[in-house]
């Protein structure tokens, strides 16, 4: 039993400290999904080390160790509890012309619940909604919202990174791009508030660092950083929402809204898990909506799982920039810029 604690211990450690070799191979990145997860299973660990350990001088520094490991991981997951500071503030009336409400949902390719998306689209009522996997079959299930969501944006793919976009209010300058990979699409639009205020909208879906996917980062951060030099130098209210295949708390997440200036309203707030819906414990926060400082936060929900891996989520924004001065806006200093242009140089594989 001892020699078990011991390893598993030396284990849950090294997982914690591989994250910080800031390399692009898959191994170095996949740890970084896990925090939560980690900071359970140290916190077994522990209590299991004052029952069962024996304190020698192996088992005092493995205790210490992971006293350490514990405070560390603490304070990586404090920012996304309900104690942690709110990098966006609530809005003070729910609903006005200034609101524009959004959906994501990663819908899983093979998934044919498609009826379950549509009562969901009904239900969360939402100005905008974004669905990613999507390929031809799932373009003619939700086709039939057209009527209600005269707007549209589609490039359905059998390669599970198609996008169907669908807006109940006007768009202007909408185009299908490939940032980084040829077969990796984005969406940009523009789309006008009730009030007759424009704002730039950003749709990603980059590839993970996973083997059976991409073995390497470089392709998904590259992605993520483009999007953010773009809504850098946007002179309009900027969101960007998607599945992005990494977690609120990855340092290229963090880098992105230091480069962008953009809000995560998970921060303060929960981490809202969105991945993985069918396996309780191995829950990340992966679809995201990001804002510009001008923005506050109506209201944030995780809506219920349609058959899919991936949970749905629903985002209320409401347009006011007199709330500027009270968020939290994120600013790169030039180390963070620096890394940024390093990554927004790498070659990447088509």
Sequence with gaps: MQQVLFYLSLSVILFTLVPLIRHDFWIFRVFEYPRLQKLVINLVLLVFHLIYFPLDLLGKVTFGLLIFNFIYLVYQVFPFTIFGKKQIVSARSAINDHNISLLIANVYQDNRQSDSYLKLIKKCDS???LMVETNIWWQKQMDVIADDYP????IPLENTYGMIFYSRLPLRNGKINFLVKEDIPSIETEVQLKSGQWVKLYCLHPEPPVPQENPRSTERDKEILMVGKKAKNCELPVIVMGDLNDVAWSYTTELFGKISGLLDPRRGRG????????YFFLRFPLDHIFCSADFALSGIKRMENCGSDHFPMCVNLQFNPKVEQFNDEPVADQEDLALAQEKLNADVEN
């Design 127 to 129: 100005d905008v909604v």
């Design 151 to 154: 707007y549209q944006l589609k």
């Design 271 to 278: 981490f809202f898990n969105s991945f993985n819906a069918k």
